[in-house]
């Protein structure tokens, strides 16, 4: 009996807190309260025990357009035998178009070296060994033949 005596006011005394609660005019509050200018801001510094050297890209690095062909983790095991057969197709389509418009342009031998990159990971030894053959005969003195020499 005791105990109930006790509980129920302290029910109706929390009802009354809830209900205040209700009643709380935030408009109001927010143009009375005064607003003080923060003045100084102190730089804390702090040390790291354990720093983390991550792979990351900043900058105008980000936008390159060969960064979203790049794999970063995955367990290290690189791009997956479907993805790189995705690439090789755009890249042989791009190489062809390039050929097409102009024979001589200036992107065919880097389209060209990474044809023959993806077809040494798809183990294509034969038609890689073509390409670098054919490379060094297009441009010999270009950056990408110096791979091949």
């Known amino acids: 009996m005791k105990n109930t005596l006790f509980i129920i006011p302290l029910i109706l005394f929390t009802q009354n807190l809830w209900a205040q609660d209700d009643e709380l005019?935030?408009?109001a509050m927010w143009d009375n309260t005064v607003w003080n200018e923060i003045e100084d801001v102190a730089?804390?510094?702090y040390e790291v025990e354990k720093v983390t050297a991550v792979a990351g890209v900043r900058g105008a690095e980000a936008e390159d357009e060969?960064?979203?062909h790049l794999y970063y983790r995955?367990?290290?095991k690189g791009p997956s035998t479907v993805?790189?057969?995705k690439a090789l197709g755009k890249l042989l389509n791009t190489l062809t178009s390039l050929k097409e418009k102009n024979p001589e342009h200036v992107k065919i031998p880097e389209v060209t070296h990474y044809v023959i990159q993806i077809y040494k990971k798809l183990e294509k030894g034969s038609k890689a060994?073509?390409?670098e053959k054919?490379?060094?005969t297009i441009a010999p003195d270009s950056?990408?033949?110096?791979f091949y020499k």
């Not at 950056?143 to 110096?146: D, G, H, M, P, T």
């Open 129 to 131: 060994k073509e390409l």
């Open 83 to 85: 993805e790189l057969n």
């Open 66 to 68: 060969a960064l979203h």
């Open 43 to 45: 730089d804390a510094g």
């Open 134 to 136: 054919e490379l060094l």
């Open 143 to 146: 950056k990408w033949a110096k």
């Open 74 to 76: 995955q367990s290290m």
């Open 25 to 27: 005019d935030l408009d």
